[in-house]
């Protein structure tokens, strides 16, 4: 489950965390954080403390050396571009999709509820839930980010 863009240290933290058989949740318990945040670090796209890279080696049992060279004190993640728009995944094309369809009805109720302005994707949180249903299964995706209206000058 890894993308050709991702670096050899990144390949291997997915390598580790296959053979300790962990999920996403339960790197983001031990480091104290969120599942998606967890993973976002996998995918070089958050920017982790000293303290959780320490202690995500110590969880995927790999040489803190191999994480500070590249996600140390002077990494910043160059966040998106992991894959081409669209994507071809089937599973990230539907968010695409989602958009395309929910979109600009999930834009006006957003207005009409606080204004002119954007969700951050910057001061956000964003949890996935499993929800058992004798239909079929479902995923439930909470999207939490801070409202910033737009200003006048």
Sequence with gaps: MTDPKLS????????????????????GKELGCNE??????????????????????EIL??????????????FYPS????MPMPPTDPTLYRFIEMIQVFGYPL??????KFGDGIMSAIDFKADVEKVED??????????????LPYKKW
């Design 8 to 27: 050899s240290v990144q390949t291997r933290m997915f390598q580790a965390k296959a053979q300790r058989k962990l999920s996403f949740e339960q790197i």
């Design 36 to 57: 998606v945040y967890a993973a976002s670090i996998f995918y070089g796209q958050a920017k982790p403390t000293e303290a959780e890279i320490k202690r995500l080696c």
């Design 61 to 74: 049992n790999i040489p803190t050396s191999h994480l500070v060279e590249e996600m140390g004190e002077h």
């Design 79 to 82: 966040r998106g571009g992991l």
């Design 107 to 112: 834009k006006a109720i957003i207005h009409e």
């Design 134 to 147: 004798p239909k079929g299964d479902r995923v439930k995706i909470t999207l939490d980010g801070k409202f």
